[in-house]
């Protein structure tokens, strides 16, 4: 059985920093790509960041690039984003998912989700 399973998010105050995880089990991900996408309240998911199958290209949504950095470890299964410089419009579910083949910035292209984590930020 396929599992994401996200960590790592909570409260923080504005300008903090926040470093969310994602354990993939059930089977390896290491040939393809990822990404993190976030869900605020009323509003739908949206693209955050997203990371090719050995890291060697990265992509960002346009407001959060300079201050979020994704990476990944395939030795472990895991998948990361370093938060910085956090703003209360970050506030929002972070959602891991593995894309097996299409457009990075598209939900549509990722197969599998995890549950997602609570990132608030406080002003």
């Known amino acids: 059985q396929v599992q994401l399973v996200e960590s790592g998010g909570g409260l923080v105050q504005a300008g903090g920093s926040l470093r969310l995880s994602c354990a993939a089990s059930g089977r390896t991900f290491s040939s393809y790509a990822m990404g993190w996408f976030r869900q605020a309240p009323g509003k739908e998911r949206a693209f955050v960041a997203a990371i090719s199958w050995n890291g060697g290209a990265t992509y960002y949504a346009d407001s959060v690039k300079g201050r979020f950095t994704i990476s990944r470890d395939n030795a472990r299964n895991a998948l990361y984003l370093q938060m910085n410089s956090l703003k209360p419009e970050d506030t929002a579910v972070y959602f891991c998912?593995?894309?097996?083949?299409?457009?990075?910035?598209?939900?549509?292209?990722?197969?599998?989700w995890g549950q997602g984590t609570q990132v608030t930020v406080s002003s």
């Open positions: 998912a593995v894309n097996m083949g299409g457009t990075y910035y598209s939900k549509g292209a990722y197969d599998y």
